[in-house]
Nanobody, 120 residues
Framework: QVQLVESGGGLVQPGGSLRLSCAAS????????MSWYRQAPGKERELVAR????????TYAGSVKGRFAISRDNAKNTVYLQMNSLKPEDTAVYYC?????????????WGQGTQVTVSS
């Protein structure tokens, strides 16, 4: 059974930091591209950061570049999102995603999300 379980969300003041974790099980984690998405109330879900299967290649949304860092530990089947210098506009539900293409097949898994609220 595939599971992606996010943790680490919460309430933080502007300028603060949080570290999100996503623990994966039920599939071969090291074969998958891992991403963090977020969805704010009334807005579409957007890509925040992505890391390739090896952990060497990362991409970021322009709005978080220089403030957030994505990383993964394939030995622990876990992906992380370190969020620094948080702003109120970072408030959203953050989702973990695992993605893999094999030929014509797409394997696409989502976590249940974790709430991040940035407010004074």
């Amino acid at each position: 059974q595939v599971q992606l379980v996010e943790s680490g969300g919460g309430l933080v003041q502007p300028g603060g930091s949080l570290r999100l974790s996503c623990a994966a099980s039920g599939f071969t984690f090291s074969n998958y591209v891992m991403s963090w998405y977020r969805q704010a109330p009334g807005k579409e879900r957007e890509l925040v950061a992505r890391v390739d299967s090896t952990g060497r290649i990362t991409t970021y949304a322009g709005s978080v570049k220089g403030r957030f860092a994505i990383s993964r530990d394939n030995a622990k089947n876990t992906v992380y999102l370190q969020m620094n210098s948080l702003k109120p506009e970072d408030t959203a539900v953050y989702y973990c995603n695992a993605l893999r293409f094999v030929g014509s097949q797409t394997f696409d898994y989502w976590g249940q999300g974790t709430q991040v609220t940035v407010s004074s």
